[in-house]
T-cell receptor, first 115, second 114 residues
Framework: EAQVTQNPRYLITVTGKKLTVTCSQN?????MSWYRQDPGLGLRQIYY???????DKGDVPEGYKVSRKEKRNFPLILESPSPNQTSLYFC??????????????FGEGSRLTVL | GENVEQHPSTLSVQEGDSAVIKCTYS??????FPWYKQELGKGPQLIID?????GEKKDQRIAVTLNKTAKHFSLHITETQPEDSAVYFC?????????????FGKGTHLIIQP
């Protein structure tokens, strides 16, 4: 089954404790992206990757890191989480390469709470 | 950069009635306009999209219209059913090369009243 898998789905952590949210897709997509969803703010892009070893900042990259060492994986790293990073996070992938007009396939989300 | 405004933020309709969600965009270069549906506890899923070379597209009970001159596009759902209850996001993007360019609206919570 074609899918985007995120882990963990739920996480409660404390300020400053490094964490990684993993994302894996099995559709051989070149493009992967991370979004955060907050009430009243919709979906905002954090980082995206057009292909292996190619990453770029989205609209709200502060406090986050990503890496793309393999085509299927795109982990989101919070080096020193803060309470304002409490949010619902989505990973997405697409077969588009240069053009942003392919269907985005989203994971089921990771709800992160930073105390 | 692109700015997408979406209205209303919440929409409640009676089952069987129609629902309309409207979006405006700011960048005249945008030429791709998808709509995503997010059910409770799940990730968004593409339901319909339209490109700037057409003014309307239909898929069963769902239709999208685009007015390039006014820079707005709308989602129309007819004969609403309980399973239509969800959050709907519009987005605008540019197809033509270069960096990623999809900008999402803030979402509309559609509630279907029985």
């Amino acid at each position: 089954e074609a899918q985007v898998t995120q882990n963990p789905r739920y996480l409660i952590t404390v300020t400053g404790k490094k964490l990684t949210v993993t994302c894996s897709q099995n559709m051989n997509h070149e493009y992967m992206s991370w979004y955060r969803q907050d009430p009243g703010l919709g979906l905002r892009q954090i980082y995206y990757s057009m292909n292996v070893e190619v990453t770029d900042k989205g609209d709200v990259p502060e406090g986050y890191k990503v890496s793309r060492k393999e085509k299927r994986n795109f982990p989101l790293i919070l080096e020193s989480p803060s309470p304002n990073q409490t949010s619902l996070y989505f990973c997405a992938s697409s077969s588009r390469t240069i053009q942003p007009t392919g269907e985005l396939f989203f994971g089921e989300g990771s709800r992160l709470t930073v105390l | 950069g692109e700015n997408v405004e979406q209205h209303p933020s919440t929409l409640s309709v009676q089952e069987g009635d129609s629902a309309v969600i409207k979006c405006t965009y700011s960048d005249s270069a945008s030429n791709y306009f998808p709509w995503y549906k997010q059910e409770l506890g799940k990730g968004p899923q593409l339901i319909i999209d339209i490109r700037s070379n057409v003014g309307e597209k239909k898929d069963q009970r769902i239709a999208v219209t685009l007015n390039k001159t006014a820079k707005h596009f709308s989602l129309h759902i007819t004969e609403t059913q309980p399973e239509d209850s969800a959050v709907y996001f519009c987005a605008a993007g540019f197809s033509g090369g270069g960096a990623d360019g999809l900008t999402f609206g803030k979402g509309t919570h559609l509630i279907i009243q029985p």
